[in-house]
């Protein structure tokens, strides 16, 4: 079992950065795919960036793209999501998982975290 603890939530203006970062324990970290997700009120949620187990491979969804980055440290068994350029859009609850897949399908991952509220507003 893998347990994942997410943090760096917050308010932040239109322009703005925020660091999300997500600490895992209890697994073997390095074995995971990580995934970050998000959730709207009354939306779905849905898939926002990913990272291979080595951080070999990123990937990112369209709406954030050149926004985001993802990144993780092995060493430390952390996964973090640097946000910039934050829009109003942007405001969710933010996720993370781990999975055996490098995958952008939520349902492919069996470890979450509880979440982390991200607000974008003056």
């Known amino acids: 079992q893998v347990q994942l603890v997410e943090s760096g939530g917050g308010l932040v203006q239109p322009g703005g950065s925020l660091r999300l970062s997500c600490a895992a324990s209890?697994?073997?970290?390095?074995?995971?795919?990580m995934g970050w997700f998000r959730q709207a009120p009354g939306k779905e949620r849905e898939f926002a960036a990913r990272?291979?187990?080595?951080?070999?491979?990123?990937d990112y969804a369209d709406s954030v793209k050149g926004r985001f980055t993802i990144s993780r440290d092995n060493a430390k068994n952390t996964v973090s999501l640097q946000m910039n350029s934050l829009k109003p859009e942007d405001t969710a609850v933010y996720y993370c998982?781990?999975?055996?897949?490098?995958?952008?399908?939520?349902?492919?991952?069996?470890?979450w975290g509880r979440g982390a509220q991200v607000t974008v507003s003056s």
């Open positions: 990272i291979s187990w080595n951080g070999g491979n990123t």
């Open positions: 998982a781990a999975g055996n897949y490098y995958t952008p399908t939520p349902s492919a991952y069996g470890f």
């Open positions: 209890g697994g073997t970290f390095n074995r995971y795919a």
